[in-house]
Nanobody, 124 residues
Framework: QVQLVESGGGLVQPGDSLRLSCLASGYTFGSKVMGWFRQQDGKEREFVAAIAWSNSHTNYADSVKGRFTISRDNAENKLYLQMTKLKSEDTGTYSC?????????????????WGRGTQVTVSS
């Protein structure tokens, strides 16, 4: 069955960098769009970034443009999110998700499998 397992979260200070990973299994990873979403306490899940099957087509939330970079290694079945210049408002649980369409959508209803998430806390 499809499994998505995130790692790399932690407690960092404002301005720091962090790299999240998502290991996928149970399907042909390279054939699917992948995305990152986050959820903060008491708030709805929000889109962070998404990437098409190749690394050539990406989509970012305005709040992370220029600071976060999504990438993938199809040979290793891994998805990454490189986060730089972290802010307190980036705090949340970050989940990777498998897309059900062929473009890197920001709509969470267009993702059909989700990981459990990894916690990122940005605090001084």
């Amino acid at each position: 069955q499809v499994q998505l397992v995130e790692s790399g979260g932690g407690l960092v200070q404002p301005g720091d960098s962090l790299r999240l990973s998502c290991l996928a299994s149970g399907y042909t990873f390279g054939s699917k769009v992948m995305g990152w979403f986050r959820q903060q306490d008491g708030k709805e899940r929000e889109f962070v970034a998404a990437i098409a099957w190749s690394n050539s087509h990406t989509n970012y939330a305005d709040s992370v443009k220029g600071r976060f970079t999504i990438s993938r290694d199809n040979a290793e079945n891994k998805l990454y999110l490189q986060m730089t210049k972290l802010k307190s408002e980036d705090t949340g649980t970050y989940s990777c998700a498998r897309g059900s369409v062929f473009y890197p959508s920001s709509r969470s209803d267009l993702y059909d499998h989700w990981g459990r998430g990894t916690q990122v806390t940005v605090s001084s």
